[in-house]
């Protein structure tokens, strides 16, 4: 799932609770969706034209009734234009994919779940509660699992320091290569040779895909050798280094959120 689809999805899934939890009385109804998804992109999403965090109307329809069919979504009546509601099962699942992330999940969105689990989980729960005549001990412990802001906390922390360490091997081995590379062109060692030596001792994360030896021969023979011995340092320096020093500062942020929490 792509970063866009998926906070398409976390908010979306946000939309349905807040909407839910808005019009239990009388149910709620697509303008309701509209408006909760396109204020939670505003939130979500600051710099973008307004028009990148609209839906579709057949978008909304589509994803309705798909819900209608999983027993997540109920219709308070027989009428095309009938409201709706949230079951306890969709509550539920609505609240899972919200806050189950993957590893590498883009910042954003898990700020967003983040921020909804920790700021609404006692308000969530009730929710669930408040939906069925019964709310076993077994379903309450699921629920506080599910909704734990510290353990999403904890698992983005491990999340960014993994991506630190690969950062920081890919730019020591960029810097390295290249380095290795001019050395051997000094001293007028074939391309072929250099080529060789260089994937040996530093090979690139998609070697196993395409050899660094199959790779260059792709490349325009004038720009074989700028590529070993400048575009190396030059990815290093404009691409990674400043991907390391954001996660790095989103690291501390982290770090001090979780010192707040106690």
Not at 18 to 45: K, M, N, P, T, V
Not at 167 to 180: H, I, P, Q, V
Not at 190 to 205: C, I
Request: net charge positive; charged share 25%; hydrophobic share 40%.
């Amino acid at each position: 799932m792509s970063s866009y689809a998926a906070l398409h999805q976390v908010l979306l899934s946000s939309a349905f609770v807040a909407s839910h939890a808005s019009f239990r009385e009388r149910g709620f109804r697509q303008r309701d969706l509209r408006f909760y998804f396109e204020l939670f992109c505003q939130w979500s999403e600051w710099g973008r034209p307004y028009s990148a965090s609209q839906i579709q109307t057949t978008q909304l329809t589509r994803q309705i009734q798909s819900l209608i069919e999983n027993g997540y979504v109920k219709k308070l009546n027989r009428s095309s234009r009938s409201p709706f509601l949230l079951t306890r099962l969709g509550l539920i699942e609505m609240l899972s994919r919200i806050v189950t992330l993957r590893e590498d999940e883009a910042h954003g969105i898990f700020l967003f779940a983040f921020y909804f689990s920790k700021v609404y989980r006692e308000r969530l729960i009730a929710l669930v509660r408040e939906e069925g005549k019964q709310f076993p001990v077994a379903l309450q412990i699921e629920l506080e699992a599910l909704l734990d802001h510290r353990s999403m906390l904890d698992d983005k922390i491990s999340s960014v320091k993994k991506r630190l360490r690969k950062l920081s091997r890919g730019l020591e081995d960029a810097e390295a290569a290249s380095k290795l590379a001019s050395n051997l062109f000094a001293r007028n060692i074939p391309l072929s040779e250099v080529v060789k030596r260089v994937e040996e001792s530093h090979p690139y994360e998609f070697n196993a895909l395409k050899p660094l030896s199959e790779l260059i021969v792709e490349i325009p023979p004038e720009a074989r050798e700028w590529e070993l011995e400048h575009g190396n340092a030059l990815r290093a320096e404009l691409l990674w280094k400043p991907a390391y020093a954001l996660e790095e500062q989103f690291l501390k942020y982290l770090e001090g959120a979780k010192k707040s929490l106690g």
